[in-house]
């Protein structure tokens, strides 16, 4: 009898399934991508930067995009789970630098897991107070906050283990409704935009202008987690290369205008600063009333669960690679024949988040995230300009420098604030 082709052995060993489609790619992608940069760093940005704030996230993209082709070139040359660590693997055939870069990574998605929980965990603990609003010693939240982001992380190490396709369909629904909101948000703020709110237009000058955007870099992970994915495409081909781009422009899109009307809204002042990474809420709240507040919040807590379930997939993934190539215990690696995913990848991603959250406020997570980010984005450009022949090698090049100026910047700013 015919071998299934999703249900793939060889000699006995179970193999992860293929069962994304270009619709799953774009749920993993735009799920991962939309998660931090609007809900968790938005405020950061525009209490940094001012009204050009929406130049910080177009910067940002410009940037990410070079490095996207990188992404799309070198995954489909070499179409295996593990990303950047892979790509620097047949690179410099170096396993103590691929290895190096592949925990490092690692610690980035746990980052950034923990930078969504927490984003979740304050905008559910805001509007449903189920277990009190008292706030905690030392962590400065509510201890509903406190609790509902551990629950978001059991919940979706929950879910990733249930199999792929079962991730990827939550994803898809959860993505769906974040858009729709944002679109909404768009729309309708429009109306309530005022052009005096963009003068000055850059108060703290250009500098911290490219500065705040380092933020935002904690949002472009979803390339790695696309990359990550490639082994369980149907057709990673076409989905691929699809997946990537079309989620950069709906991206780049819905962060810019975003950014556009809740500076138009709420111009930039102090307060800024205090309301944090419940920007969004506030905002709508100026022109929607109650009920659009809510709206944004329940927008806010879907997109940090779809931005922790692409996450936590393309961490588990990563360590899933990193085991089987022995960087970390073998016995990691271990699939489950049943689901077919790699369970004890999946719970001990989620574990290293958990602790993660214990241990760090949100600032420091999300700069956390967005710095190692970076520097796994500058290797795999830099990996690409050793893999990629001839003019391929040009827009990789181009990404290369365009990060080095940004850290010659960022240092720089930071020198001059002391």
Known sequence: MPEDNNTNHNNGVV????????????????????GGGVFSVLGLVIYESGPAAFLAFLLAGIVSTFTAYSYVHLALKHPRAGGAFIYVQEAFKKKWLSGSLGILLWFGYSFSVGLYAMTFGRYLGAVWPLFGDSIMPFFGISVSAFIFQFLSILIFIGLNMLGVKESSRAQNILVLIKVAILILY?????????????????????????????????????FEILSNSVEEMKNPEKDLKLGMYISIIIVL?????????????????????????????????????VAGAGIMAFAAIISAASAINATLLGSSRLSYMLSHERIIPKAIA???????????AIALSGIMSIIIVLLFQLDVVAMAASIIFM?????????????????????????????????GIWISNLIMTG
């Open 15 to 34: 193999e992860l399934s293929k069962e994304l489609g270009l619709k799953e790619a774009l749920g993993i992608a735009v799920g991962a991508l939309i």
């Open 186 to 222: 768009i729309i309708v703020g429009l109306f309530a935009v005022e052009s005096s709110n963009f003068v000055p237009f850059l108060p703290n000058g250009a500098f911290p202008l490219i500065a705040s955007s380092v933020l935002i870099f904690v949002s472009m992970e979803g």
């Open 253 to 289: 899109i819905l962060y810019v205008s975003v950014a556009v009307i809740t500076v138009g809204v709420l111009g930039h002042n102090e307060s800024l600063k205090d309301i944090g990474e419940v920007i969004l809420t506030h905002s709508a709240g100026r022109f929607l009333g």
């Open 334 to 344: 271990k699939i489950s024949p049943k689901t077919r995913v790699p369970m004890r």
């Open 375 to 407: 520097v796994i984005f500058a290797a795999v450009n830099i990996s690409a300009i050793k893999l990629l022949k001839k003019k391929k090698k040009i827009p990789s090049i181009i990404g290369v420098v365009l990060i080095i100026i940004y850290w």
